[in-house]
């Protein structure tokens, strides 16, 4: 089942925060972010696992919640840069696993 | 540098014609990838690798082959049975001490004439 991404849509100023959910119906071992620019390959962000850790990218951080079984994605003092599309991955046991992914969110961030 | 090249960037169908897009990687990961993205989704598993001469259907493997005869190398034939081939295709590796991350290639555009 692919997980739901929400919002689907975002539009920011520059400076602005945002955050991205990712759920599933299925129990979670580990939640894959990436972020593609239009027309080229996704870029991975990071990577949790089953633990509910939280981790950070620069002024980017995302948490794992085992038993909602879901994922969010924060998005601090938003740049230019950060416009693209985000989508997470939900995987099973760990190695060499299949990821399922959401559909997206689509962030735009204007001066 | 270490990475994955894909290749074509763009890549042209005719009606009834097998295409073959090419995926390789030097980062000497075991597992290799093909997924399918189509405007607006999210990306779905066409086939997957976890080791050289074995491969397995992904969830949507139907007018598709791969093989994987050499570590580096995972090619995907798209024939002529697949009917509507028109999207963008990334290959995908994973391995080594960070066996859970999956890089991708720049991906290759397929449109049909």
């Known amino acids: 089942q692919q997980p739901v991404q929400s919002p689907q849509a975002v539009i920011l100023r520059e400076g602005e925060d945002a955050v991205i959910n990712c759920s599933s119906s299925k129990a979670l071992y580990s939640v894959h972010w990436y972020r593609q620019k239009h027309g080229e390959a996704p870029v991975f962000l990071m990577i949790?696992?089953?633990?509910?850790e939280q981790k950070g990218h620069e002024k980017i951080s995302a948490s794992f919640n085992e038993k909602k079984q879901q994922s969010s994605l924060y998005l601090t003092a938003s740049q230019l840069s950060y416009s693209g599309t985000y989508f997470c991955?939900?995987?099973?046991?760990?190695?060499?696993?299949?990821?399922?992914f959401g559909a997206g969110t689509r962030l735009a961030v204007h001066p | 540098d270490g990475g994955i090249t894909q290749s074509p960037k763009y890549l042209f169908r005719k009606e009834g014609q097998n295409v073959t897009l090419s995926c390789e990687q030097n980062l000497n990961h075991d597992a290799m990838y093909w997924y399918r993205q189509d405007p607006g989704q999210g990306l779905r598993l066409i086939y997957y690798s976890q080791i050289v001469n074995d491969f397995q259907k992904g969830d949507i493997a139907e007018g598709y082959s791969v093989s994987r005869e050499k570590k580096e190398s995972f090619p995907l034939t798209v024939t002529s049975a697949q009917k509507n081939p028109t999207a963008f295709y990334l290959c995908a590796s994973s391995g080594g001490q960070d066996q859970e991350t999956q890089y991708f290639g720049p991906g290759t555009r397929l449109l049909v004439l």
């Open positions: 949790l696992l089953k633990g509910g």
């Open positions: 991955g939900t995987g099973g046991s760990g190695g060499y696993n299949k990821l399922i």
